[in-house]
């Protein structure tokens, strides 16, 4: 049987990359929920529990690093990971990612790293690490609506470009999603997407 090398896909704005953990983890948690409003009914000794969204899940994955055989700085393998909480210079925010390993693919983005060095050459180059990585979920507005059926769909609206506006950004407001800008480039016919004039409508056209 192959072993399955764990993965961080790491969704750049120009390019995704790969990143292996040096071991795969011997555990993972996983936690879930939904939030419930309470309604106060007259009448009613209990108030009532409504349902108003479900929760993101979060995962938190405890990796661990060694390289004292090969002598070398360990962080020149953490540092790969932790990275991922830098911001994006063209995203304007640290980029989104998933964690792969066998079955379990998850995307998200990071929220926090804890990391913890435990041993180190004479030196004082550390070469063991442990990293706690704590992930919480992320989707789309196009991947939520394709995956919850709902009655009414998401409808066209118009919007007046500021100044500043690039199409990505509407995108990411208006979609949680820079990359489908292309959308409302091919709604409102525009070739050039730098070329974007404020005070400018534009037709943001509903994801199928």
Known sequence: MTLSKAQFWIFRSKETEKVDVLFNPTEYEMESGNQ???QEIAGLQTPL?????????????NLFFDTYEAGIDVRTHTS?????????????????????????????VITSISQKYTMFLETGVPVRASLTVSMLSSQTMKEQYQEIPR???????QKTVKQGD??????AEEYEDPGAWRHIAEAN???NPRM????????IPRLE
């Open 36 to 38: 419930y409003s309470e």
């Open 196 to 203: 974007l004039l404020s005070g400018r409508s534009l037709t």
């Open 80 to 108: 790969k990971i932790v990275g991922i909480l830098d911001v994006d210079s063209d995203l304007h925010t640290p980029p989104t990612c998933k964690f792969i390993w066998g079955s379990l693919d998850f995307k998200g």
């Open 189 to 191: 016919g525009i070739d």
């Open 166 to 171: 690039q199409l990505w950004s509407i995108a």
């Open 151 to 157: 009655q009414s769909a998401d409808r066209t609206k």
């Open 49 to 61: 529990s409504q349902f108003t969204s479900g929760e993101r899940t979060t995962l938190t994955l």
